[in-house]
């Protein structure tokens, strides 16, 4: 059986600051947005935002509060052609990340940021892999 990534879906509380996030300073072009959704124009799966209020309503759960601080439970990863340009742009429009962007011991180049919600965002570049003998 094979599965596909179809979304990345985050949970805010700040809805249209946190569309308003990625789509000013980071640069997203919002694809669709209607009733508390924003869905991002990004290439893969799907990246979207649902405002906190309404995960209640899709699940049939009740409301939960918003979740206390802590150790990271996730990230999201975007891939990108040049992480140093794509850091020098984010960084010029407010960004604010967590560190430079750094060679990673499994083969990306990368740099992290928060959103306005707290969730760790990486951004990273594939580095050339060296050639392995006899494959």
């Given at each position: 059986?094979l599965?596909?990534l179809?979304y990345?879906?985050?949970?805010v509380?700040?809805?249209?600051?946190?569309v308003?996030?990625?789509?000013?300073?980071v640069?997203l072009?919002?694809r669709?947005?209607?009733?508390?959704y924003?869905?991002?124009?990004?290439?893969?799966?799907?990246f979207a935002?649902?405002?906190?209020?309404?995960a209640a309503?899709?699940?049939?759960?009740k409301?939960?509060e918003?979740?206390?601080?802590?150790?990271?439970?996730?990230?999201?990863?975007?891939l990108?052609?040049?992480?140093?340009?794509v850091?020098?742009?984010?960084s010029?429009?407010g960004?604010?990340?967590?560190?430079?962007p750094k060679?990673?011991?499994?083969?990306?180049?990368?740099?992290?940021?928060?959103?306005?919600?707290?969730?760790?965002i990486e951004i990273?570049t594939?580095l050339p892999?060296?050639?392995?003998?006899?494959?």
């Amino acid at each position: 059986m094979l599965w596909y990534l179809g979304y990345v879906v985050l949970f805010v509380d700040d809805f249209d600051g946190t569309v308003d996030f990625y789509a000013k300073k980071v640069g997203l072009p919002v694809r669709l947005r209607a009733d508390g959704y924003a869905e991002f124009a990004v290439e893969g799966a799907k990246f979207a935002l649902l405002s906190r209020s309404r995960a209640a309503e899709l699940t049939g759960e009740k409301p939960s509060e918003k979740p206390t601080p802590g150790p990271d439970r996730a990230a999201v990863t975007v891939l990108v052609e040049d992480v140093d340009r794509v850091f020098r742009e984010l960084s010029g429009r407010g960004v604010q990340f967590l560190g430079g962007p750094k060679d990673r011991a499994w083969g990306q180049r990368s740099v992290y940021f928060r959103d306005p919600e707290g969730h760790l965002i990486e951004i990273a570049t594939n580095l050339p892999r060296p050639e392995r003998p006899g494959v």
